[in-house]
């Protein structure tokens, strides 16, 4: 079935780097853009970027511009988040989603399960 | 911080129904369609209406969306106390070419 499947949780300590990944099955992965969203505890959701599967081009949010990057390989259909200089304020519920298109204005259909990132030292 | 404003909470009896908004601005709402999120908590978020007011296969039809100028509502009629979650609208922005949730509106079933 289609479904994007994520790697565990994580804990890190402020300054270093984390990467999650997000495996997709059950549909054709370079046919669909994927986003990051991230929830901190007690938080709303927030939009963390944009990747084209396709040709790796990427849109991330001005707030992580610099300090986060998205890639893919197309040969695992996975989507990988990478943030460096972590801090406290990175600790939350990461996720991906797939994009519907720009014609149904970029909503999230599927989602995956979701990756704890604990900033803590 | 989110250019996209919805009430911090909303409440009603079951069977009653509730209506969330969500405010934004010319490059985001005014001209992108809005898509709206449920969140129970220890979940991912589901998606519940895009295209302002198509639902996903899978949706009742309790839930519905609308959108005029800068404003989108969800409305949620016949209540459940299934219904009692975190409920998001979500766009794009034409001229930063990037996304953006609204802050996110407490639904509680009274």
């Known amino acids: 079935q289609v479904q994007l499947v994520q790697s565990g949780a994580e804990v890190k300590k402020p300054g270093a780097s984390v990467k999650v990944s997000c495996k997709a099955s059950?549909?054709?992965?370079?046919?669909?853009?994927m986003h990051w969203v991230r929830q901190a505890p007690g938080q709303g959701l927030e939009w963390m970027g944009i990747?084209?599967?396709?040709?790796?081009?990427?849109r991330y949010a001005q707030k992580f511009q610099g300090r986060v990057i998205m890639t893919r390989d197309t040969s695992t259909s996975t989507v990988y988040m990478e943030v460096s200089s972590v801090r406290s304020e990175d600790t939350a519920v990461y996720y991906c989603?797939?994009?519907?298109?720009?014609?149904?204005?970029?909503?999230?259909?599927?989602w995956g399960q979701g990756t704890m990132v604990t900033v803590s030292s | 911080q989110s250019t996209l404003t919805q009430p911090p909470s909303v409440s009603a009896a079951p069977g009653q129904r509730v209506t969330i908004s969500c405010s934004g601005i010319s490059s985001n709402i005014a001209n992108n369609f809005v898509s709206w999120y449920q969140l129970l908590p220890g979940t991912a978020p589901k998606l519940l209406i895009f295209d302002d007011n198509k639902r996903p296969s899978g949706i009742p039809g309790r839930f519905s969306g609308s959108r005029s100028g800068t404003s989108a509502t969800l409305d949620i009629t016949g209540l459940q106390t299934g219904d009692e979650a975190e409920y998001y609208c979500a766009t794009w922005d034409s001229s930063l070419s990037t996304g953006g949730f609204g802050g996110g509106t407490k639904v509680t079933v009274l």
């Open positions: 990747i084209n599967t396709s040709d790796g081009g990427t």
């Open positions: 989603a797939r994009d519907l298109g720009a014609a149904a204005g970029h909503a999230f259909d599927i």
């Open positions: 059950g549909f054709s992965f370079s046919s669909y853009f």
